[in-house]
């Protein structure tokens, strides 16, 4: 049990001392936040089962002396294990959505979450959604935030973990989505034959070996099939724009988030003209291509 500092009594007592302690280990931030005091107010309001916008003066309001020890605890394990706060409470926030996490699941942080908030505007009139996949859809959030933005949508979710697959159904539950998400384990497309989408909405590992190698130990916390794509990083993105195209409808899209190996994808297909989206959020490296752009190119996903 770590030691808890005389005088900290109220939330942002422990937001404050949480920040310091973070800035002081010199921890990385990228799995929903950027920098040390939002980490720790993320951290505390999660496991207080509070909201992000919390009001500014509730802040003030004193802890119980066990919940002022379990907050210690986990600020504790936040320094000396390099443990993602998603991790610690076993929540993230996604698209303005809770979700349910643990160590088998990436935390979710996709750019993408911007395109759902919009209905994919201007790219595709959500009106007309009538199907969407979530492709290595880890915990489902992506999908699960397209079943909620997009009512009248029905949603597959698939990945290849089958306990990946267990906490995508428990939040699919969380949300009350049950009658429109479905679960579905298959290797990329190989278990969706004769299944088509208007929309196909992937965040696949795409770090490559060496990549991988350089990365702070709490993208280490998170489960290797989530992450690594191969030597460019390249497996998995290629066999999905090599298939993609069967999965859509004639005015289906694919959005497609490449992160670090945007460079890379570019150079092994130059004749492409890729389009790449554009976040008032941040991020990169997510591309968007239609079925007919990828028909037109299919030989050359083919061969690269």
Request: with cysteine; proline share 5%; glycine share 10%.
């Amino acid at each position: 049990m770590a030691e808890q500092p005389d005088g900290l009594v109220t939330i942002q007592d422990f937001i404050r001392w949480g920040a310091s302690r973070f800035n002081k280990a010199a921890l990385f931030f990228g799995h929903g936040t950027d920098n040390a005091l939002d980490e720790a107010a993320q951290l505390v309001l999660q496991s207080l089962h509070l909201a992000p916008d919390l009001p500014a003066s509730f802040r003030d309001c004193r802890l119980t002396p066990i919940e002022r020890v379990t907050l210690s605890d986990l600020i504790e394990r936040r320094v000396t294990e390099r443990v993602p706060a998603a991790y610690l409470t076993g929540r993230a926030w996604f698209a303005g959505l809770e979700f349910l996490v643990n160590e088998q699941v990436l935390v979710p942080r996709s750019p993408i979450a911007e395109l759902i908030e919009a209905g994919f505007d201007p790219w595709i009139d959500g009106e007309r959604v009538g199907r969407v996949l979530d492709l290595c859809t880890g915990g489902g959030c992506i999908g699960i935030a397209a079943a909620v933005y997009l009512p009248d949508a029905d949603v597959d979710l698939v990945d290849l973990s089958p306990s990946a697959l267990e906490v995508a159904r428990r939040n699919v539950e969380r949300h009350g989505v049950g009658d429109r998400v479905r679960v579905l384990e298959s290797d990329l497309f190989e278990g969706l034959s004769g299944n088509r989408y208007d929309v196909i909405l992937s965040n696949p590992p795409y770090v490559s070996d060496h990549e991988y190698l350089g990365l702070p130990m709490e993208y280490r916390r998170e489960p290797e099939l989530g992450l690594l794509g191969g030597e460019d990083g390249l497996d998995v993105v290629m066999r999905i724009l090599r298939d993609a195209g069967r999965h859509l409808t004639d005015e289906g899209i694919l959005i497609l988030e490449v992160g670090s190996s945007a460079p890379e994808l570019e150079r092994r297909i130059p004749d492409v003209a890729w389009t790449w989206l554009e976040f008032e959020r941040g991020g990169e490296g997510v591309l968007l291509l239609t079925r007919e752009q990828i028909e037109l190119h299919q030989n050359q996903f083919e061969e690269a």
